[in-house]
Each structure stands twice: as structure tokens, then as C-alpha cells.
């Protein structure tokens, strides 16, 4: 039961798949319309395409919501934030899917993706959360110098150290110093890394400060998966993607792992 204020109380979850109007985004929103117990909302950025998905969804049978959220937008997030705290008390589950844009200086729109992402975070009151990241943060990582390598592995590792990191990798690749300071050649990796780590500081966050609330974060990787993105010519379907997420959103009650681990296949792999 969730509760919306403090003298209502409502029984319905919800769930939230942010960037979800197509690819591995819609595919987990049709699988928790067929299996999470609760509304389930659709969100994109595009209202018109975000509509449109939920159409073909709902000729399927399925009775997904729709909700505008464009997670480059803070004040978006935040009127999403009011809506679900007014209309459910917070979220049930969140699957952070969408990607964040970067436009601008590269090293102010990494430390907002960090806010945006510990904000949505924070609209979640109880049950799961699943950062969609990529293997490649993890091929990634084993290309970074030991040094680096110590510091995202690391259990005390802050946001800001971790903006500071992302920071330093911006300001190498200006001058092509990148790879003498330690760092891979792929700035798409490191960007994976920068959200997988994340997904590890917001989760201990969560254990000291919330450990009675029952949240489990996790981030995962979907796969190599056929979308406008990745290319036709991907070995997984966009609902093979969607598995891994699903798996971690749809946690039975009362689990206690994985939290703070990067999952890829239903199995947790070794940072």
C-alpha cells in the first residue's frame, strides 16, 4: 500500500519507464503491463510519440498511462515528481531507460545528468529501480588505468568525485592527453561507466539512509538489441532487451539482492 498524503492512503503501485515510446523502453512497458500488479506508465519526452505508443499498446489489450517526462528538462522531472507524490505518494518502481542528451559544455551536462538521475531516484518510495546501462561500461573500465580503475571500483567513491572524474576525462580529450592520463579511446564508454558507477553511490546513499525502505537499485545491460540505435542488424529483439530490466523491476518482496550490482542476463557481474 502506498501511501499519497498524509491522510489518504491508496492501495494501486505504480511504475515508471522513462525514454519508453519505442525499442527496449516500450518492450519492458509491455512486459509490466502483462505482469506488474499496478499502473504503469509510459513517458517520453514527445508527447505526440509518446501517445502513439500507448495507442498501439493498448490495441494489444494492455492498459499502459502516459505521462510527458524529458529527463534533460529538471523542471519536467520535478513536475513529474508532484504528480506522482500527489497521485500514488512516490513510485513503485523505476526503470531510468531514457538516455541524457549532451548538449552544451560536456562537463556541465554531466554534473545535471547526475542530479537528474539522483532525482528521479529519489521519487521511488519503495521497491526497485534499474539504471539501463551497457556492457560496454564494463569493457570500458578494464581499459582505464589502475589507478582509475581503483577509484570507480571503489565503495567510497561520492558524486562529486565522480563528476570530478567524468570532468577530468572531458578536459584530457580537448587537449588529446586522454590516453596518456589513464583513459580508453570511447567517450560512449565512459559515459557508461560514469552511470554505472552512479548507480552504486545511489544505492549504498539508499542502505544508510533509507535501509528500511526496501529499495533495491540496480543497473543492467539489455543486451546488443535491434533499435534505431544500435542497428538492424543486433542479435536481440527489442522484448529480449527488455528481460534483464524486467527482471530486476518485477524483484519479489522481501528480497534483499541484488542492490548496487550490474546485472547483464539475470546474472550480477563483477565490477
Not at 516500450?26 to 500507448?54: H, M, P, W
Not at 540496480?218 to 542479435?235: D, E, F, I, L, Q
Request: glycine share 8%.
Amino acid at each position: 500500500m502506498t501511501k499519497c498524503n498524509t491522510t489518504v492512503y491508496m492501495s494501486v503501485r505504480v511504475a515508471v519507464v522513462t525514454g519508453s515510446n519505442d525499442g527496449i523502453g516500450l518492450a519492458i512497458v509491455r512486459a509490466l503491463c502483462s505482469q506488474f500488479e499496478g499502473d504503469v506508465y509510459l513517458t517520453a519526452r514527445n508527447v505526440g510519440r509518446g501517445q502513439k505508443a500507448v495507442e498501439s499498446l493498448i490495441s494489444e489489450g494492455l492498459k499502459p498511462k502516459f505521462l510527458q517526462l524529458d529527463i534533460n528538462d529538471l523542471n519536467s522531472i520535478t513536475a513529474a515528481a508532484a504528480f506522482f507524490k500527489e497521485s500514488y505518494g512516490g513510485v513503485d518502481v523505476l526503470v531510468n531507460n531514457a538516455a541524457i542528451a549532451f548538449k552544451g559544455k560536456a562537463s556541465q551536462t554531466i554534473h545535471v545528468s547526475v542530479q537528474r538521475r539522483t532525482s528521479l531516484t529519489q521519487l521511488c518510495v519503495s521497491g526497485r529501480v534499474v539504471n539501463v546501462s551497457s556492457f560496454a561500461a564494463l569493457y570500458t573500465l578494464r581499459q582505464c588505468s589502475p589507478a582509475l580503475q581503483q577509484r570507480f571500483r571503489s565503495t567510497d567513491i561520492t558524486e562529486d568525485e565522480l563528476v570530478g572524474l567524468m570532468q577530468q576525462f572531458v578536459d584530457e580529450t580537448k587537449t588529446n592527453k586522454h590516453q596518456q592520463a589513464g583513459w580508453p579511446q570511447t567517450a560512449y564508454g565512459v559515459s557508461k561507466i560514469g552511470l554505472t558507477t552512479l548507480s552504486m553511490i545511489l544505492a549504498r546513499r539508499l542502505s544508510k539512509e533509507r535501509p528500511n525502505d526496501g529499495i533495491l537499485l540496480n543497473s543492467c545491460c539489455p543486451g546488443w538489441v535491434r533499435t534505431n540505435m544500435a542497428g538492424p542488424k543486433a542479435p536481440k529483439s527489442p522484448e529480449e532487451g527488455a528481460d534483464t530490466p524486467v527482471y530486476l523491476a518485477l524483484l519479489p518482496p522481501g528480497a534483499t539482492e541484488p542492490h548496487g550490482k550490474f546485472i547483464s542476463a539475470r546474472k550480477v557481474r563483477e565490477w
